[in-house]
Nanobody, 119 residues
Framework: QLQASGGGLVQAGGSLTLSCAAS????????MGWYRQAPGKQRVVVAT???????TYIDSLKGRFTISRDNRKNTVDLRMNSLKPEDTAVYYC???????????????WGQGTLVTVSS
């Protein structure tokens, strides 16, 4: 299970940090990431991070967004700076989790957290 938090209303130019925590019987987590879905659009990847800390970002967000994770706490954060109205979307966390006693990874989605950027 993934629980996301941190969304809200912010003015353009402001910052927000989204957090997501994985819970349950966790053996290991490989890739964690953040996706977003703007109104009327498809869900797209924003950023991902491996257990070793390797990150990827959608090109248009490089330099404004930073993804990080805490492997001990099984959490992933997304720091969003210089927010723009076009960043308005529901943000979802995602993770590949191997449950204790299992031998394969399953993909999980958080419930989504709404970020609204006003102009």
């Amino acid at each position: 299970q993934l629980q996301a938090s941190g969304g809200g209303l912010v003015q353009a130019g402001g910052s927000l940090t989204l957090s997501c925590a994985a819970s349950g019987s966790i053996g290991s987590i490989s890739v964690m990431g953040w996706y977003r879905q703007a109104p009327g659009k498809q869900r797209v990847v924003v950023a991902t991070i491996t257990s070793g800390g390797r990150t990827t970002y959608i090109d248009s967000l490089k330099g404004r967004f930073t993804i990080s994770r805490d492997n001990r706490k099984n959490t992933v954060d997304l720091r969003m700076n210089s927010l723009k109205p076009e960043d308005t979307a529901v943000y979802y966390c995602n993770a590949n989790i191997m449950r204790t006693g299992r031998y394969s990874y399953d993909n999980y989605w958080g419930q989504g957290t709404l970020v609204t950027v006003s102009s």
